[in-house]
């Protein structure tokens, strides 16, 4: 453990003087003692014996907290922009340090090679249901802004635009992968829905590590169902994995500056689905790996999906869009789609309030820009 406590050392301000406990608000003298004494901890040059290893690992964590609070208590602009940094974005380094000493267990070779998915992520060969040509999303390779906006912006149309992710260093420098996603991810905590779909009655939620993640609902078969880690903005938690991928050039054609862009992560297993719902803005949708089947409707075709009556899901229809019971909704019959697979390195515009269905044929991880 010394080693972590050695490179914890370096990321924080080199001397007790550069780390002040000055506030611009009085504070409780409790307050200020507790702060005090864990400074003088972070500064303290004691080692720490292999035994009080476990103990150690949560002082680490104790003391991220102490930036927190410190940060609160002096007013800091973190307080208005909740992932803003702070002194000098220490919580990032501090977990950088503890993921480049801190080993995970990582699956034997023979579970390796038992399981479905392998290192590179390859995944098991799946049939792809056959696409009606008349009915197929238009592809096209990297349109001009002008014509981007055109054609598809404007005219709210969706399209597969190919051709503007090949340069990101998740295909090139370092391509996703089990073992990466462990070793940049693997020890944060983060939300997964656990359920074919939001709208089962059995659906839920649970926050687990990716580590543990990958053990039970990608490589493993978990017995409490499918786990999907949907729509969770990883890329704020994990900068180093914000890196590979870029935001594309269009997404500053719509409303809003670039920092206003939400980006998510969608990683699951074959057989996750995102129920026919649509969002109040426009979505580009970036295939990583795996492949997914997805159906489009325009809103003009709202009449005949079904909404939710309830405000909660009003946004999403009542229908199963691939096995639509038409005795419960004979007029779903009625509407217009278009679908199309999602392939590595395709980018699908989604137009707002455009009705969409998804449903992973694979492993699958996709990037969503708002």
Known sequence: MAPVWSDVRAALPSTVCEFPLHFREKIELSVLKVLELARDQ??????????????????????GCLFKVLSLCHGSISIQYPRAGIM??????????????????????????????????????VSEPVIN????????LCPSMERFRSDFLDAQKPVIIEGITDHWPAFTEHPWSIDYLRTI???????????????????????????DFIDRYIIGTAEDGVGYLAQHRLFDQVPELKKDIRIPDYCCLGEGDEDDITINAWFGPGGTVSPLHQDPQQNFLAQVVGRKYIRLY?????????????????????????NPDLVAFPDFSKASYQECVLRPRDVLFIPQQHWHYVRSLELSFSVSFW
């Not at 380094?93 to 992520?121: F, H, Q, T, W």
């Not at 040509?133 to 096209?140: F, K, S």
């Not at 991810?185 to 580590?211: F, L, N």
């Open 298 to 322: 325009s809103p003009f075709e709202t009449k005949y999906l079904y909404p939710h009556p309830s405000q909660l899901l009003h946004n999403t229809s009542q229908v199963e869009a691939e």
């Open 88 to 125: 000098d974005n220490i919580l990032q380094r501090l977990v950088g340090v503890l993921r480049n000493n801190v080993k995970i267990k990582s699956p034997n070779k023979a579970e390796r090679s038992d399981g479905p998915c392998s290192k590179k992520m390859k995944v098991d060969c």
């Open 185 to 211: 991810a693997g020890c944060r905590m983060v939300p997964i829905e656990v359920g074919s779909k939001y709208t089962d009655e059995e659906w839920s939620q649970k926050v687990i590590t990716v580590h």
């Open 42 to 63: 972070l500064y303290s040059e004691a080692d720490c014996p292999a035994s009080a290893q476990r103990a150690q690992r949560r002082r680490v964590y104790s003391y």
């Open 133 to 140: 040509p008349a009915q197929a999303v238009p592809r096209i």
